[in-house]
């Protein structure tokens, strides 16, 4: 459950919550989609963990303490010709008849190991895509904090370099998704490289 943000733009990278009462606590650390490192790191809690269910909790007794987090940085990179690309929400709006987009969650690319590649982030209207990418298997895991994900396989090959109709729904416990066969003229292609929407 979110207690408290802060936000700094202090050039020596500082962090501190006033006034927080013992317990036990997680820390996230991210980019704001404003910096140009964004997308170059990826969210990272204590201590350096990249997801949220293998952060080291922080039992906090009342005293000051230092709890360092060193991002970490996105440092694969991809030259292929494949490409992935999807949705995330948090469901279906009936009074405006379609899906709530998810703005600015984490979207990690990992191996067939669950380990993460790169990262992006949704856009305004909850896009998210990877390109460039060479063939093989991936998992693209939606990382929210709180909420247990359950990550979608795709696998590229050269008869379908390209999964371009992922949908991710965050629900109240989980973030589950689907791989949808939807129209060619439906199809969103967001270019750049690894972007947001």
Not at 4 to 24: K, R, S
Not at 125 to 130: I, R, T
């Amino acid at each position: 459950v979110l207690i408290d943000t802060a936000i700094f733009n202090d050039t020596l990278g500082y962090y501190l919550f006033y006034q927080v009462i013992e317990g036990d606590y997680i820390v996230k650390a991210d980019l704001c989609p404003g910096s140009i490192h964004f997308n170059h790191f990826m969210t990272t809690y204590y201590s350096n963990k990249p997801l949220w269910t293998e952060a080291d909790t922080i039992h906090h007794t009342g005293n000051g303490c230092d709890y360092d987090i060193g991002l970490i940085p996105v440092t694969q990179s991809f030259f292929g010709e494949g490409s992935i690309a999807g949705s995330i929400s948090y469901g279906f709006d009936t009074d405006k008849g379609k899906n709530i987009p998810a703005v600015n969650i984490e979207i990690l690319l990992c191996d067939e190991n669950d380990i993460p590649l790169i990262c992006c982030h949704s856009s305004e209207e909850g896009l998210f895509n990877f390109i460039g990418l060479d063939l093989g298997t991936y998992n693209v895991h939606a990382e929210v904090t709180g909420k247990y994900t359950i990550p979608v396989k795709i696998t590229l090959d050269e008869l379908t370099p390209e999964a371009h109709s992922i949908m991710l729904f965050i629900g109240d416990f989980t973030v589950n998704g689907t791989v949808n066969a939807i129209a060619e003229n439906d199809v969103v292609l967001i270019t750049g490289g690894v972007s947001m929407g």
